[in-house]
């Protein structure tokens, strides 16, 4: 799943190549991605792209009064090409869910967001105002504005019995943290996935802000000026230990671990982050003894 590095380098991408440009042809694939009705989809057809923006893990393309913006959910993507085809799309056929051409002074320019799997997440929506879309509205903080500060943190931990991981991934909480970024952030810190958020003193506090800057920082850097093809590439290069159960861990050589879940699993280094202990595969489970 891109979370905020892959989003914010998409943004960033999409805005230099399409801002200045005319929205020339909609074709949503699979009706099942479009959350909205009103406007209808086809009253982008026509409009100039004024930029393009991130909230969160959402991109916003804007038209002077009417945005499109999407969410990539677990498994979407986004190809862009400046050789777009005048093709009409079949329903419900391949992993391309929505198709959006666009004509400007350089030239056509298009994109696809496409989805692979047979769990559909996708999202696009039409709005008259970003707020609109209900994720967006409900989102916490960005890492990155001036607001959130270490006070800032240091207030939410001490107001949650969560564990600090699923704090971490929760948007109406911080935005645009996911699953491999609060693996890197929480190894980073070393601090145990399974940690109660509120249980952390104001050092651990301190670290684990400086992490979520130090991390996302980092790969928002490597994420800069990337095309959309190599930003998955860019973003597993750098991971140190999620998505790398079995290998040994780049600070200490411990063996990474993984925790396992209905339909996600989390990576952590014994060592590192739990004093040696094993965690067991289960959500509510403690350590094992």
């Known amino acids: 799943m891109p979370e905020l590095p892959e989003v914010a380098g998409l943004a960033e991408f999409l805005d230099e190549h399409l801002r200045g440009t005319s929205v020339t042809k909609v074709q949503i694939v699979s009706f099942a991605v479009l959350k909205t009705a009103d406007p209808p989809f086809n009253a982008l057809e026509g409009r100039t792209v004024t930029g393009v ?41 391949g992993h391309i869910a929505a198709r959006f051409a666009f004509t400007g002074p350089d030239g056509p320019r298009g994109i696809d967001l496409t989805e692979a799997g047979t769990k559909k997440s996708l999202a696009v929506y039409v709005v008259r105002d970003p707020q609109d879309v209900p994720g967006i509205a409900t989102l916490g903080p960005d890492p990155f504005t001036e607001a959130f500060d270490v006070g800032m943190l240091a207030e939410i931990l001490a107001g949650s019995s969560q564990q600090i991981k699923g704090l971490l991934r929760s948007q109406s909480v911080i935005a645009g943290i996911g699953n491999a970024y609060s693996d890197e952030i929480l190894h980073a810190a070393r601090i145990s996935p399974f940690a109660t958020a509120k249980s952390l003193d104001r050092e651990a506090v301190q670290v684990l802000y400086d992490c979520i800057h130090g991390v996302l920082g980092t790969a928002l850097a490597e994420a800069s000026g990337k095309p959309p093809k190599d930003l998955k590439d860019v973003k597993r290069s750098h991971m140190r230990v999620h998505a790398r159960t079995g290998e040994p861990c780049p ?21 590192c982050q739990t004093k040696g202990k094993i965690l067991a595969d289960r959500r509510t489970s403690k350590f094992l003894k």
């Open 53 to 93: 923006r991130r909230f969160g893990k959402f991109v916003t393309i804007d038209t002077g009064g009417i945005s499109l913006v999407f969410h990539l959910a677990r498994a979407g993507w986004v190809r862009f090409t400046d050789s777009p085809t005048d093709g009409q799309l079949r329903m419900g056929k």
């Open 251 to 271: 600070v200490c050589g411990d063996t990474v671990r993984e925790v396992s879940f209905a339909d996600t699993a989390l990576q952590y280094c014994p060592t």
